[in-house]
């Protein structure tokens, strides 16, 4: 699934909202996951769910993105 090392960092609400905002200003591409997603068991079940709630709606409750260890850092500080 992962060809590279992943780091799994727990965080509250508030904190993921601020890490998404982070990765936004920044253009960094990113995954979302939220907490709908985990009712649904297929691709298109999950792009609907995320589709029928616009983006300042979304439960976020975890999201993924790939960069340089510093625009990481700066992403995730705090």
Do not use: C, Y
């Amino acid at each position: 699934m992962f060809q590279n090392p992943v780091l799994v960092f727990g965080a509250t609400a508030e904190e993921i909202a601020r890490t998404v905002e982070r990765a936004r200003s920044r253009g960094i591409d990113f995954t979302i996951f939220t907490r709908d997603l985990f009712g649904t068991f297929n691709d298109a079940d999950n792009r609907a769910a995320v589709a029928s709630v616009t983006a300042d709606h979304l439960d976020v409750v975890g999201m993924a993105f790939r960069s340089d260890r510093k625009v990481a850092d700066k992403v995730l500080k705090g």
